[in-house]
DNA sequence: CGCGGCCTGGGGTGAATCACCCATGCCAGG
DNA sequence: CCTGGCATGGGTGATTCACCCCAGGCCGCG
């Protein structure tokens, strides 16, 4: 089975070094050529590629929106970036809007066949310092604080604002910490202030946001 | 720089095909193997190596907390998972426990020597069904619901919750959306029903886990 | 045309919460 | 030794919550 390639970069040297480049494969073709957002969104539709060779910086469009235009349109469509930049911001973006690889022109050109194979195939391919920086969102992601401070938060208080965070009320985690409810209020009151928040809601959003439960 | 390998199995022909495989590459070093958890993590003090492929199945201890073990007294060092289990499960954990690398037994050998000068590098070497997974838990813990039915929530009622989950009180829900106090409860007595809640701090939860409200 | 669902309101009750006040021990550090 | 932080309690009053009751108006559907 061949792949079926459609080429997106606003310079037209760049796009026929890569014509070279990709050419040489056997089992790939490259069925079209877009320097635009508009012309690509275009061709896509025209020629049904398997995959887009996307670049992030067009002059019409960004590169990011015009993969979630062709994600949303015809998600069988792998898209694989191929961009200069090598940031978070982008990267991460790129994924939202579906993007089947993410590949820096300053990778080695068997990368960037690699990565149109995986994603033709399907799968996913990510340039290794960039997967660094996604695995690193993941692991920091699921379970983010834990070891940190609390702000300035006794253990007791700690203690209490693990059971405030699930919901129990002052008499529940009284019982379970067999003190008095109203020692549970005091270290409520105490744990409001020093979190500036003004509501138990807050806490339980705060507690989501620093790993002490799940929600 | 030669990488200076650990090679982590609990099956003497398995180490012994990957060290044939493994020392015909220059600039890589096998500097000891292990057949158990316990032996790992004494080798690994010993011989202070750079990187340690570790199988998930070994016979004292599993894979995934050996690694843990190694990442918390040895950082530096990297640990590449080879295992012959592809689940989401055991690539999620490993990742957790510090991996900077994930190939399953049946990838080509060209990806597992990948995958080490990778990991040896500092970055992180995916293979790309499982970046794929971690894709698709990326893009979809950001924001997963949204569109969802919100289990027959009438549109009103869903407008109620948004502000209920943002912490506000039924009087300022009600100025909100300028209609009674009274009428807030209502909707959200029968958005507590309907959805088996029992408190406004279960409401935030549901939000939070809805992707209705950011935590 | 009636039936049911939705949105809108009102009343009531008991419990819980909130936001203040107060005090007593205990223990560490200046 | 004594000041301050921490944990432990009590009290009070206003407010809110959670859960019941009720009903009218509107709209679509059979």
Do not use: C
Not at 60 to 74: E, F, Y
Request: glycine share 6%; charged share 25%.
């Amino acid at each position: 089975m061949t792949i079926r390639l459609l080429l997106v970069d606003d310079h037209a040297v760049v796009r026929s070094g890569l014509r070279m480049l990709l050419e040489s494969e056997p089992n790939l073709e490259i069925v079209g050529e877009a320097g635009a957002a508009q012309d690509a969104l275009r061709l896509v539709e025209l020629l049904q590629p398997d995959l887009v060779l996307m670049d992030i910086g067009l002059p019409d469009a960004s590169g990011i929106d015009t993969t979630l235009a062709i994600k949303q349109r015809w998600p069988a469509v792998a898209v694989v970036a191929l961009t200069i930049h090598e940031d978070e911001e982008y990267f991460f973006r790129m994924l939202h809007a579906g993007a089947s690889g993410y590949v820096p022109k300053r990778a080695a050109p068997e990368e960037l066949l690699t990565a149109v194979r995986t994603a033709a195939a399907g799968e996913v391919y990510l340039y290794p310092s960039l997967a660094k920086l996604l695995v690193q969102d993941f692991v920091a992601g699921a379970r983010p604080a834990q070891a940190e401070a609390l702000s300035g938060l006794t253990e007791r208080e700690q203690e209490v604002l693990a059971y405030l965070a699930e919901g129990s009320s002052n008499l529940e985690i009284a019982e379970a910490l067999t003190i008095s409810p109203k020692t549970v209020a005091r270290h409520r009151e105490n744990i409001m202030a020093k979190l500036n928040l003004h509501s138990r809601t807050d806490l339980v959003k705060y507690a989501i946001r620093k790993g002490i439960i799940q929600p």
